[in-house]
């Protein structure tokens, strides 16, 4: 297998950990950085022996050694690199969450399925790891029966980025710039494997309440326009349903997990548990996975996921059109808020 040269946009945070990752393994070696505040990226290129501070976004784009880009800007700012790099040929992964709002999610993919790239999405992360791969694979073969519902709980005690984490980016409580707070900031890796864990059935409609009022206010001048905490209720075409419940912030411990309920058994996550029911009606409980899901990624990280699933010619994880999928989600999720009514997307 040969090497992906790959372009990075967007050299802050998150960068950081693409570079990580891509510096331990061989399979991708980064090319090009490239950021609209040039002394970022300058730095980045030094911290991790980046060849190239490319000044523009075209300057990255027009070299033939980058075959990839990690797009890895704030959410504002994913539409336009991954347009541009599509055009130019580059396949990409995008971070989260994907687009701001469905249309613009569309037109990432109708770009990428146009120029016969990959599109990928960070919201993947967590199908990563031997809990959700194993949880999946049961779903998948029928072994849990007929899979009905998931549900999935994320309660953070105090953890608002730009306020109580990250205070160098307060564009994520600013909902002109991040789309919105804990749903599409981190409600999208679970919307995510909530819909791989079901096959990925078209939703049809959304129900949601959000909260924000935990912890102390933003410090000024800043103001939080964001929700910390969300509760979203979903069903889909082939009749199952989902209950997400996420919060960046609360007041509450020890009721973060993930079931999946099939008819003939169901699982209960970190860690991963099949629980069946016997002829006595007793349930048996059969430890699958050792360990919570957060001590381990044996299945690797999303860059290199993406990185080897380029290099073999196939669609790494999250294809575009499941990242669409989830904005669809969580855009009829916000409308649901918004108005205190389930929207409807059949
Ligand atoms: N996958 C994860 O675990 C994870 C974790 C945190 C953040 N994120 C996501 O990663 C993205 C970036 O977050 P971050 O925390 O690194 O933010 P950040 O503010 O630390 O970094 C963003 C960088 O992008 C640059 N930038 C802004 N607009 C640009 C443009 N048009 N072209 C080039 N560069 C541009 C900024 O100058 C900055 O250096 C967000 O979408 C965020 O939601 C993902």
């Known amino acids: ?24 393994g061989a399979e991708g070696k980064v090319v090009a950085v490239y950021d609209v505040m040039p002394e970022r990226a300058t730095q ?6 980046v060849p190239n501070a490319a000044r523009t976004l075209e300057d990255l784009l027009e070299r033939r050694d980058v075959e990839a880009v990690i797009v890895s800007t704030p959410p504002t700012s994913h539409l336009a690199p991954t347009i541009t790099a599509l055009e130019a040929g580059k396949h990409v992964l995008c971070e989260k969450p994907f687009a701001l709002d469905p249309g613009e ?6 770009t990428a399925e146009r120029n016969q790239r990959f599109l990928a999405v960070c919201s993947a992360r967590d199908r990563v790891g031997i809990g959700p791969r194993t949880a999946h694979e049961l ?8 899979v009905y519902h998931v549900r999935s709980s994320t309660y953070r005690l105090r953890g608002r980025p730009g306020i109580d984490m990250f205070q160098d980016a307060p564009w994520f409580i ?13 409600g999208v890796y679970r919307i ?4 791989w864990l079901l096959g990925y059935p078209r939703v049809t409609s959304v129900l949601c309440s959000t909260f924000q009022g935990i912890g102390k206010p933003a410090p000024e001048p800043l103001v939080q326009t964001v ?3 969300a509760v979203v209720m979903f069903t889909c075409e082939n009749g199952a349903s989902g209950v997400l419940e996420i919060a960046w912030a609360s007041n509450v411990t020890g009721v973060n997990t993930t079931i999946v309920l099939g008819t003939e058994a169901g699982l209960r996550f970190d860690p991963l548990t099949r629980i069946t029911v016997g002829p006595n009606r007793l349930p048996t409980e059969e430890r699958l996975i050792d360990r919570p899901d957060a001590d381990n990624r044996d299945y690797g990280d999303v860059t290199t996921q993406f ?3 380029v290099l073999a010619g196939r669609q790494p994880e999250t294809p575009a059109r499941q990242a669409l999928e989830v904005a669809r989600v969580i855009d009829a999720a916000y409308q649901s808020a918004a108005t205190g009514q389930a929207v409807s997307l059949a």
């Open 44 to 49: 980045a290129a030094a911290e991790f022996g």
């Open 105 to 110: 999610a569309a037109r990432m993919v109708e």
């Open 139 to 146: 779903a998948s073969s029928g072994a849990l029966g007929k």
């Open 174 to 186: 600013d909902k002109t710039k991040a789309g919105g707070g804990a749903l599409i900031d981190i």
């Open 307 to 309: 990185v080897r699933a």
């Open 227 to 229: 929700e910390d905490h």
């Open 1 to 24: 297998m040969g090497q992906l040269g790959i372009g990075i946009i967007g050299t802050g945070r998150i960068a950081r950990s693409h570079l990580r990752s891509l510096a331990q």
């Open 192 to 195: 995510d494997v909530m819909l």
